[in-house]
């Protein structure tokens, strides 16, 4: 497959999605968004790619949805299109795991886009923000919603508020990137990462990924049976058996997705 605004690489069980619109700082225009979704579906379709990786350059991940193609439209062209819906909706259809590996700027759009990933990896040079109210308009592929999740209200509303921009440590401190790596190395180490979830057992990769989201999304009770059911049934897997028996016998497990 090959597309105009993304490079796709699919190495040692990992697909490496590369925005890459460098002229426009990766700016999440319609013909982006919807090649995104493309290789997203066929990441996981193959079966021989266990995590996803998405990345831009290093100056920016992404500076947002495109302001200039977004700017003409009107009320009844984005409702009628539902505008970000199809990508909000492909990430939800997503169950292997997906990382944000985040340099340079990600802003509005690039900062959600970062968010409907399962975690993000940023390098010492990111920035995040949430500038759309500066544009007389609020997020719209999830940011009030995710944002808030993740770093709480108050600082939620700073951002969303005021616009500004949040560095590597401060988004660190915040909850909302769950590791810094220098800039130069970032991308080596996100997919050293990828590597070692993609070689884990496939069934409880899944399951972690879907026990893990169902505590925002449920009770605390609910959550809690939704996990014990899941782990019991992880038992019903030759994974499992292969996976204590190779700590029992002092070596690595050798996996075979079922
Ligand atoms: C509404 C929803 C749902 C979501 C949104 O994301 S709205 C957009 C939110 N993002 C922004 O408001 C950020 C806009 N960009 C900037 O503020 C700056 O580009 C910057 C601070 C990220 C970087 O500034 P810098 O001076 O280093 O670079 P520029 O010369 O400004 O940019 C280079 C090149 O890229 C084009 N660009 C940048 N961002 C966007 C964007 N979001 N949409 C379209 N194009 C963008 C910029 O115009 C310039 O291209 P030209 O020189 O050809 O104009």
Do not use: W
């Amino acid at each position: 497959m090959s597309f105009e605004t993304i490079l796709l690489d699919k190495q040692d069980g990992v697909g490496l999605i590369t925005l890459n619109r460098p002229d426009a700082l990766n700016a999440l225009n319609s013909v982006l968004v919807s090649e995104l979704i493309s290789c997203l579906n066929d990441l996981q379709a193959d079966d021989d790619i266990g995590a996803i990786v998405i990345t831009g350059s290093e100056k920016a991940f992404a500076a947002g949805a495109d302001i200039k193609e977004m700017a003409g439209k009107t009320y009844a062209t984005v409702l009628e299109e539902d505008m970000f819906g199809n990508a909000t909706k492909a990430f939800r259809d997503i169950r292997k795991p997906v990382i944000a590996a985040v340099a340079g700027y990600a802003l509005g759009g690039g900062c959600e886009l970062a968010m409907c990933c399962d975690f993000i990896i940023a390098a010492q040079n990111a920035k995040f923000g949430q500038p759309e109210i500066k544009l007389g308009v609020i997020p719209g592929i999830g940011g009030t919603q995710r944002l808030t999740r993740l770093i709480g209200k108050s600082k939620a509303m700073d951002m969303m508020l005021t616009g500004r921009m949040m560095d590597a440590v401060e988004a660190e401190r915040s909850g909302l990137v769950s590791r810094i790596l220098p800039t130069e190395d970032m991308l080596d180490g996100v997919l050293d990462i990828a590597r070692d979830i993609a070689a884990l057992s496939r069934p409880s990769v899944y399951l972690a990924k879907e026990a893990t989201n169902r505590a925002l999304e449920t009770t605390l009770e609910e959550g809690l049976l939704f996990e014990r059911r899941v782990f019991h049934s992880l038992f019903a897997t030759e994974d499992q058996k292969e996976g204590m028996n190779a700590f029992v016998e002092k070596r690595q497990p050798q996996f075979k997705n079922r």
